[in-house]
């Protein structure tokens, strides 16, 4: 089994960023495949972006192409997403997961984006 151990969300203005980590254990993190989705209240959880173990193929929502970038560093196991020009509705909790059919999840951090 793995453990994935998000960090780093918070409280920012409009128009600012973050930069989340997700820390896993227990398994070859390098053979992995990695993403993010969140779940903003009274909404279903959603797909963010994800990451070949590779680190070289990404994939992101329509909604956030362009101002959030999801890498890996396979030396330490951890997997992060850069969120620029960040918007009151990217408020959500935000959950890291892993495998090719999802099947670990993390706690979720939350990220409040203010107007």
């Known amino acids: 089994q793995v453990q994935l151990v998000e960090s780093w969300g918070g409280l920012v203005q409009a128009g600012g960023s973050l930069r989340l980590s997700c820390a896993a254990s227990?398994?070859?993190?390098?053979?992995?495949?990695m993403g993010w989705f969140r779940q903003a209240p009274g909404k279903e959880r959603e797909f963010v972006a994800s990451?070949?173990?590779?680190?070289?193929?990404?994939y992101y929502a329509d909604s956030v192409k362009g101002r959030f970038t999801i890498s890996r560093d396979n030396t330490k196991n951890t997997v992060y997403l850069q969120m620029n020009s960040l918007k009151p509705e990217d408020t959500a909790v935000y959950y890291c997961?892993?495998?090719?059919?999802?099947?670990?999840w993390g706690q979720g951090t939350q990220v409040t984006v203010s107007s």
């Open positions: 990451i070949r173990w590779s680190g070289v193929t990404a």
């Open positions: 227990g398994r070859t993190f390098s053979s992995y495949r």
């Open positions: 997961a892993g495998g090719n059919g999802w099947g670990d």
